[in-house]
Every structure is written in structure tokens, then in C-alpha cells.
């Protein structure tokens, strides 16, 4: 079969990379196989391609008219090759490291680099009640010490916020009416930075509040959780999103977007609350936290909007300050008193220092400016981050109440011609509904644990069991293979699962009590060896991640342990292929004893297959053998059935079959000594007879 494919790739979640693309057919037991050559379009974010193909002939086996009513499809897949190791990666399994965001595990003014935020605005607590200098003996020399430390005993009412700078006094002029010194000579020290100059009119600010999640919230309710929902608070403003309740978790994903417009210095602190919803009563709260976003923009650190790793116009990635990287670093070069930056090409050169890009791309003089940011010396910029605050009750201000995941943009309105950028989106990713479908059609190499009658042979009643992670209360079984003698098994069995997917963090959703947990898509399924009267025997298991299943071998003999070969096999994403099918090793569960087994306890002949709700919901299929999709019933050996239901059966399959010639010869003699008995008995009586002549 060949087909055309002419195709252009737009509007790409990546930077500029090497794409690649191949085809595969996909049908059960063909999965991603005969996948063409790979052809490669270097460098481009809008790669096109114009290629005929042929697809290698495949073997497709199974009912003619399933096949006719469901013909195999052609997967064309885009790919980004790594330069560095040679390989192809799958695009949706992989997310380049610039596109990452910075995580703290503090508050974002707690970590060392940035020092609080207060090296241009001090922060000093104006009390009520008596105060006790415990800093006379500082040392003051050095002009970048911390001020003195009071102890206060009285209340906080209120902070000053003051700018302080250390200058040296000009020298008095000298009796000859010139100052002393070489004139006009550049003095070395920075400026001190001024906020802007507004005149008397405060500044206008655009605030959006990002909260991503909290962690660890402690339960408020009777049931051992809470409900929470957010309320902001910032200057006069107040959100109330009560209508946003995280019902029963203690772990809440929100996924939130608070926009304000404010002006500083009056709204300069953000309280983010944390509250817990009742039915009946007040609502609780739970916890909060406070920032001090004026610190955070008059800041050298450039703490109101976080710089990305690589500079982007458009799409997922894009630029979110309302000041252009250049603007910023012209900005910064006058707080440090520089000259101005100069740019050449696809670098940038402020003062002695240069900087250049690393992407060659328009518009470079923007790439350039982000490099340099990125690469700061005199100071450290705040990057693309998600910091982690502490929540604590107000009448309980030294204890935890659980950590709050958010971030905080501080735009400036007015200060360029830039439009503000869109805020970014935050809603949770929602949950894609999928149906596995598993036919465990025979195993081979399967452990035998149980001596069979009157031989040195081994068996076992093997099933197989399996589960998704998580849902080991849904789990399913096949029916019983009995008397497993050779270590083949034959079962024919359909498995169902039904389950929540969500594809960003690549994780199943279960219902846990009264929340929802997550898990990793991995489906397990265990060799059991069943017991009447105890309890069954696990004989090994087999564990397969759906997003990187292993390829299955084509035939039993050529599936091994994991390690026992050198050759790695390839990985395919089910979510993506839909389909996979082969043999793949179940390991040797702990407690059982085969020295030749090579750790395997068996090999499972599966088919996997993965498809949305919707989809399954308009081509069902039963679970067992049983309609729609109904599966043939295995033509198992007659030897397989259970010893203590058909003990008949047993006594001629194991006993009959098996020894016919000893049994048959073991019949003859029993009766030749029974005739040898009777007439040694009986010889004695008529020799008396006879010779009475009776």
C-alpha cells in the first residue's frame, strides 16, 4: 500500500528544533510496526514535507469481518530529534528545559540571592511601647551591613519604608577657593534607583495572582478534610471565589488567575487566605499568607515579572512583562550607572561586559537583551518561577497551616508602548476518560509448583489477575487453566478498565475516600496458581507503564527477562499508538524457587488496546468471552481440568493414560498370584480326597 502525504506542522508548542516524522500502520498485533524511514526537517518551527510512501505488507489475523468493519489506520507521528543524542523522542513525552519553570521550596523574598527585596526600600516597624537598642556596638563601617536590630516590647502599628544610602560629604573648599582632589574626576558608585517619577500622582500597577495549588492543609471538617477556596485581599480590593470550592482535598489544585489594578504605595500588600466552606455556620480559616509587592518592583532583582529562559513573541511561552528585555536592561544599566547598551548582531555589550544569544532568531536585538539579563553580573534577576509559601492562622501565627504554590506578576502601566500581554491560563487539566481493553489470549513457560500423580512432572492451576495502579479493588481474574503440565496456558480473556486520565501530568485519577488521587498509568498483571482449600499462590508479575510500553516480542522464544538480552527494545506511548500486541515477560514473584527459570515465571501472549470513552462507547466490547466482540473459547488439552471435581477423569488422563502397560501388567499378576494362592490352598485338600478315595 502507498499514500501521499503532503503536510505542514504550525503553530508548534517548541522552540526551533530538528523535527522528524514516520508512519506505522496501527492494528491489533501490528502496532508501530514496518514504521517508515525517518525523514527529517532541521531547524523550523513550521516544518512541510512532500513525500510518497510505501508501507511494508502486514499479516493481519483474526475474524475476516472484524477486520472489514475495522481496518488498520495509518499513525503519522511528529517527533523532535535531539542533536546531542542522536535519537528521535516523542514529542508529547518530552518537555524541553526552557520552557521549565524555577521552583523554590520557600517564599520567593526568602532565598539568598534576592535578600529580601530590601536593597532599596528598608523596612522598619513603627511600635507603641518601649524598645531596647541591641545593635550600639555595631559595626556601621561597611555600607552594606544590616541596620541595627530593635527589640520592641509594645504592638507593631505600622511600617516606614525608607530609602538610605551612605555618601561621602563634599570637602570644603580649600582657602584658595578649589576643592581639594582631582577635578571633574567620574565617581565609581552607582546612582541610588528612585521608583518612577509620578510627581504627586501614585503609581498605576496591573497585579495578577497566580495560585497554582496548596499542600498539606490541615482537615477542618468532621470527616477528616476540608473545602477550600480563595479569597484575596489587596489594599480596598477583595476576591471572594467561593464559587471555585475544592471539595474534600487536602491537596487542591485551583489553577487560579486574580487580576487587580492598583496603585502603589497604597496597595502594596497582597494577602492570599486560604478558607475552608461549610454548609451551616462561618467558614473557617484555614491559613494565609502576605506579600510585600512594592519591595518586589523597586527592586534591583527585577522581582515584579520573572524573566523566561528564551524569548518568545507568541504562543505558550510568551513574553509576559509589559517592559521588552531591551527596555529592562537599559533600565538596569542607568541603575548601575552604565552606559548604555550597545547591540551588534546577535550580541549585546553594557559597559566592558558582553552578553550574546544562544538563539539566532528574530528579533534578535530581544534575544540578545534576555541573554544579558539571564546572565546578569552585578546582581541576581528574579527568572519564571512557582515559590512555595507558608500559610499560617492569624491567632496561630507560629504554626503551619499547610504551603500555597503561586506566583506574582507586578506590571507597570504606562511605562512602555508594549500592550499589556494576555495573563497566562491556568485551569487544571481536565480529565480524558479512556477503556482498556486487554485479551490475554496464552502464556508459555509457566511455573509449575504442584508434583503430579504418580510422576515426577509439575503443574499448576494457573489464572491471571490484573489491575490498573490504584484501582486494586476493580481488579479482574480470567478463569482457571488446570493442570498446566507443559507450562502453556490458554484463556482467550477480555479485561475492561474504564479510567481518568490526565495527559499533562500524565496521571489516573482515583477516587480515594473523599478526594481524588493520583496515580501512573501502569497496568500490572499477576500469574496466580489457584488453591481450593488456601490461599492462591502468586507465581510472578508483570508490570507495563502505557505511556512507555516495551515492545512485545513476536514470538515466545524470543521474550526474555529485562537485562537478559543486550538488545534494549523500543518503547511505544499507548495513548498515542492505540494498539500493541506480542509476548512479554512476567517476572518470578518472591518465595518461588526455579533455578532454571532465569527469574521468569511465565510469558503472557497479550493485546493491548487504548481508545477515549466515546470512541469505546460506539464499538463495545464484553468483558471474559462473552458478547459484543465475543472471544472463541481456547481448545485447551483434555488434561486440564481440577483433580478434585472430576476425580474419574483424573484417574484415567494421569493414571490410566499415562501407565496403561503397568497398570494392564499389574492386573495380570496380581491375578496370577491370586490363582497361585487359590491353588496352593485348595491343592492339599484334593490330594487327601484322592488318596481316600473319596
Keep these: 500500500m502507498s499514500f501521499c502525504w503532503t503536510g505542514r506542522c504550525s503553530a508548534a508548542r517548541t522552540s526551533s528544533a530538528t523535527w522528524a516524522w514516520k508512519s506505522a500502520w496501527a492494528a491489533p498485533g501490528t502496532a508501530n510496526c514496518g514504521s517508515t524511514p525517518i525523514m527529517v526537517a532541521p531547524g523550523t518551527l513550521a516544518p512541510c514535507w512532500s513525500s510518497s510512501l510505501r508501507l511494508p505488507a502486514v499479516k493481519l489475523c483474526g475474524d475476516p469481518d472484524d477486520v472489514r468493519r475495522r481496518p488498520p489506520g495509518v499513525v503519522v507521528e511528529a517527533w523532535d530529534r535531539d542533536p546531542c543524542e542522536g535519537v528521535a523522542d516523542g514529542m508529547s513525552s518530552r518537555v524541553h528545559e526552557d520552557f521549565l519553570l524555577e521552583f523554590y521550596p520557600g517564599e520567593l523574598e526568602a532565598q539568598v540571592p534576592f535578600g529580601g527585596f530590601q536593597d532599596f526600600l528598608r523596612v522598619l516597624p513603627l511600635c507603641r511601647g518601649k524598645r531596647e537598642d541591641l545593635a550600639q556596638d555595631a559595626d556601621l563601617e561597611d555600607e552594606d551591613d544590616d541596620l541595627p536590630e530593635w527589640d520592641h516590647a509594645g504592638k507593631v502599628m505600622a511600617q516606614l519604608k525608607v530609602v538610605m544610602s551612605l555618601r561621602a560629604l563634599p570637602q570644603p573648599p580649600s582657602p584658595g577657593g578649589c576643592r581639594a582632589g582631582p577635578a571633574g574626576s567620574p565617581s565609581r558608585t552607582a546612582a541610588p534607583r528612585r521608583p ?31 473545602d477550600p477556596y480563595l479569597v484575596l485581599r489587596l489594599g480596598r480590593q477583595r476576591r471572594v471565589d467561593v464559587d471555585n470550592i475544592v471539595k474534600q482535598n487536602l491537596n487542591p489544585i485551583f489553577g487560579r488567575v486574580f487580576e487587580f489594578e492598583a496603585e502603589f504605595p497604597r496597595d502594596h500588600a497582597l494577602t492570599v487566605r486560604v478558607m475552608d466552606w461549610d454548609a451551616a455556620g462561618r467558614d473557617d480559616v484555614i491559613g494565609e499568607t502576605r506579600i510585600d509587592l512594592e519591595n518586589r518592583l523597586f527592586s534591583r532583582h527585577n522581582g515584579g515579572c520573572g524573566l523566561p529562559k528564551r524569548f518568545s513573541a507568541k504562543g505558550n511561552n510568551s513574553w509576559r512583562d509589559s517592559r521588552l528585555p531591551s527596555e529592562i536592561l537599559a533600565d538596569l544599566a542607568v541603575d548601575h550607572g552604565l552606559a548604555a547598551p550597545r547591540y551588534e548582531g546577535d550580541g549585546v555589550t553594557v559597559g566592558d561586559w558582553t552578553a550574546r544569544a544562544s538563539v539566532h532568531d528574530e528579533p534578535a536585538r530581544e534575544h540578545a537583551a534576555l541573554a544579558a539579563l539571564r546572565a546578569w553580573p552585578w546582581c541576581s534577576l528574579v527568572p519564571q518561577h512557582v515559590e512555595t509559601r507558608s500559610l499560617h492562622h492569624p491567632d496561630w501565627p507560629g504554626i503551619e497551616q499547610g504551603k500555597l504554590e503561586m506566583w506574582v506578576d507586578v506590571l507597570v502601566l504606562g511605562r512602555s508602548l508594549l500592550p499589556v500581554p494576555p495573563a497566562v491560563t491556568l485551569d487544571p487539566p481536565g ?25 515426577k512432572d509439575k503443574s499448576s492451576d494457573v489464572y491471571v489477575k490484573g489491575w490498573l495502579s490504584g484501582m486494586e479493588c476493580d481488579a479482574q481474574s480470567t478463569d482457571v487453566h488446570f493442570a498446566c503440565l507443559s507450562g502453556a496456558a490458554m484463556w482467550s480473556w477480555r479485561m475492561v478498565f474504564r479510567f481518568q486520565h490526565v495527559w499533562p501530568e500524565n496521571r489516573v485519577l482515583v477516587e480515594e475516600g473523599k478526594g481524588l488521587a493520583r496515580h501512573p498509568p501502569r497496568l500490572h498483571l499477576a500469574l496466580m496458581d489457584f488453591d481450593t482449600f488456601t490461599r492462591d499462590d502468586l507465581l510472578g508479575t508483570l508490570s507495563l507503564d502505557l505511556s512507555r510500553v516495551p515492545r512485545g516480542a513476536s514470538f515466545a522464544s524470543n521474550c526474555s527477562a529485562p537485562g537478559a538480552s543486550k538488545d534494549v527494545r523500543p518503547t511505544v506511548n499507548l495513548f498515542l499508538a492505540r494498539r500493541a500486541a506480542g509476548w512479554w515477560p512476567a517476572l518470578l514473584a518472591p518465595g518461588v524457587n526455579r533455578p532454571r527459570a532465569k527469574g521468569l515465571a511465565g510469558k503472557l501472549n497479550l493485546e493491548l488496546s487504548l481508545m477515549p470513552a466515546a470512541v469505546a462507547d460506539r464499538d463495545p466490547a464484553g468483558g471474559g468471552r462473552e458478547g459484543p466482540q465475543a472471544l472463541p473459547k481456547p481448545q485447551r488439552p483434555v488434561e486440564a481440568f481440577s483433580m478434585l471435581r472430576h476425580p474419574l477423569m483424573g484417574m484415567y488422563h494421569f493414571v490410566w493414560r499415562r501407565h496403561r502397560a503397568a497398570l494392564i501388567l499389574a492386573v495380570l499378576v496380581v491375578l496370577l498370584v491370586i490363582f497361585v494362592l487359590l491353588a496352593v490352598y485348595s491343592l492339599p485338600g484334593l490330594l487327601v480326597k484322592k488318596i481316600v478315595g473319596a
Excluded at 504627586?200 to 476540608?226: I, Q, T
Excluded at 480529565?431 to 510422576?455: D, M, Y
Design 431 to 455: 480529565a480524558e476518560h479512556w477503556e482498556l481493553r486487554v485479551v490475554v489470549l496464552e502464556a508459555a513457560s509457566v511455573v509449575g509448583t504442584e508434583r503430579v500423580l504418580l510422576s
Design 196 to 226: 518612577p517619577q509620578t510627581g504627586a500622582r501614585p503609581l498605576p500597577v496591573l497585579v495578577r495572582v497566580y495560585v497554582v495549588r496548596a499542600v498539606a492543609l490541615p482537615p477542618r471538617d468532621a470527616n477528616g478534610s476540608c
